[in-house]
């Protein structure tokens, strides 16, 4: 029982770590480029946690799964990018309630890519977490106008994917192991997308030398949110099974709801509160009825967005 409450308690902690990082995202708002906010996140995060993997000789480098890596590391750039790019379009509590819909796309992925069985139980609580997609986004004439919800959707569908992989590197890598190369081959591709052609920000040089100080500490919270993140996360499942403890990543609904409030003096609407309600409902038991030993387990544990990024 302690090991499970100290795991559950670990993961609360990853996903306020999490929900801040967005929070810092929306902060610099028009100061500083999705695209280069996504960039100095994660090289200060390799920063961080470089000294630890040199302290231990480089010996969690060696992997026998190289583009296992690089699925799980892009699908999870991609989904940081997103839900960062929501964070500033959305109040926090949507762009984190939709993030969190991954639980609801691994069923389905595990059924159109792996040809999985979704059991009916699951079935029912796909399409109770579904109806408060619906009810959030409120599909209409005018959603391509307010893509912010569209992003945030989209970040959970990408960050299921990465869960997928994960699951299979889990089976021959560590979780540190997965960690390096999560910051590390995302490190590098928000280099190149930085100077390459999809910059929106101009010279990188010019981008950094154009940073003030409130500025540079707000990026630098936010890769210290990265790494703790992923390290919390990691110390999170060393102690309870991603199954068991799964449910407190929507612990980032209520993170962002305070958040969002005090700091931006947003306030959800009820149909928010309504959709976010029946989205977590759908999620929680999604996660309880894929745990191991569960009669309608299917594609194994759902933990969360998992050792992702986002």
């Not at 030398?209 to 992923?230: H, N």
Request: hydrophobic content about 55%; charged content about 10%.
């Amino acid at each position: 029982m302690r090991s499970l409450l100290l795991g559950a308690a670990l993961l609360v902690l990853a996903f306020l770590a999490n929900t801040a990082q967005s929070a810092f995202g929306k902060a610099l708002g028009s100061g500083m480029g999705p695209v280069a906010f996504t960039w100095l996140t994660f090289v200060i995060a390799l920063a961080l946690i470089l000294p630890w993997v040199l302290w231990r000789g480089g010996r969690d480098l060696r992997t026998s799964v190289p583009l296992l890596h690089l699925l799980r590391s892009c699908t999870g750039l991609a989904g940081f990018f997103l839900f960062i790019t929501a964070a500033r379009l959305v109040n926090l509590v949507n762009a984190n309630v939709l993030l969190n819909t991954t639980p609801l796309f691994i069923p389905l992925l595990g059924l159109l890519v792996l040809g999985q069985q979704v059991p009916r139980a699951l079935w029912g609580c796909l399409a109770i977490g579904f109806a408060g997609m619906v009810i959030v986004v409120q599909p209409n004439a005018s959603l391509l106008t307010r893509p912010g919800d569209l992003l945030g959707l989209a970040a959970g569908l990408l960050c299921a994917v990465e869960f997928l992989a994960v699951k299979r590197l889990d089976r021959t890598e560590a979780p540190l192991t997965q960690m390096i190369y999560f910051l590390l081959i995302g490190s590098v591709g928000s280099t190149l997308a930085i100077l390459g052609p999809l910059r929106p920000e101009g010279q990188a040089g010019a981008l950094l030398s154009g940073l003030d100080t409130s500025q540079w500490l707000t990026v630098l919270a936010s890769g210290v949110c990265l790494a703790c993140f992923q390290f919390l996360l990691i110390k999170a499942y060393t102690y309870a099974e991603p199954g068991a403890i799964g449910a407190f990543q929507y612990s980032s609904v209520v993170f962002a709801g305070l958040i969002g409030w005090i700091w931006f003096a947003e306030t959800p609407t009820l149909a928010v509160w309504a959709g976010t309600a029946l989205i977590t409902l759908g999620g929680v038991l999604s996660i309880v009825l894929q745990r191991p030993g569960s009669t309608a387990q299917t594609a194994g544990p759902v933990g969360s967005t998992g050792s992702t990024g986002t």
